[in-house]
């Protein structure tokens, strides 16, 4: 069992920057890839940045390359998000989760643990 607890979300205005930090407790934190998703009203649940079990390789959608950095730190059992140059789009719920394997994967339904969310807000 993996218990997954967000910070780090609130309101930003457009262009500016945000660190979203996601603890994890219970069984063995760097054993697993992690990732970010994101849900946005009326919309579905979308990945948005992952990270292999020793941090060496990340993924991250289209959408946010070049603004997100997703980084953990396998010692303190937490993953990071961090968001510069936030849009107005990138408002959403952002969940962190656990993957079941080592590698990244961008479907939402290869994570067995999820995070109860933060919620983002960029104002333009």
């Known amino acids: 069992q993996v218990q997954l607890v967000e910070s780090g979300g609130g309101l930003v205005q457009a262009g500016g920057s945000l660190r979203l930090s996601c603890t994890a407790s219970g069984r063995t934190f760097g054993s697993v890839a992690m990732g970010w998703f994101r849900q946005a009203p009326g919309k579905e649940r979308e990945f948005a940045a992952g990270?292999?079990?020793?941090?060496?390789?990340?993924a991250y959608a289209d959408s946010v390359k070049g603004r997100f950095t997703i980084s953990r730190d396998n010692a303190k059992g937490t993953l990071y998000l961090q968001m510069n140059s936030l849009k107005p789009e990138d408002t959403a719920v952002y969940y962190c989760?656990?993957?079941?394997?080592?590698?990244?994967?961008?479907?939402?339904?290869?994570?067995?643990?999820w995070g109860q969310g933060t919620q983002v807000t960029v104002s333009s």
């Open positions: 990270i292999s079990w020793l941090g060496g390789i990340t």
């Open positions: 989760a656990a993957a079941r394997v080592s590698y990244i994967s961008r479907r939402s339904t290869d994570y067995d643990y």
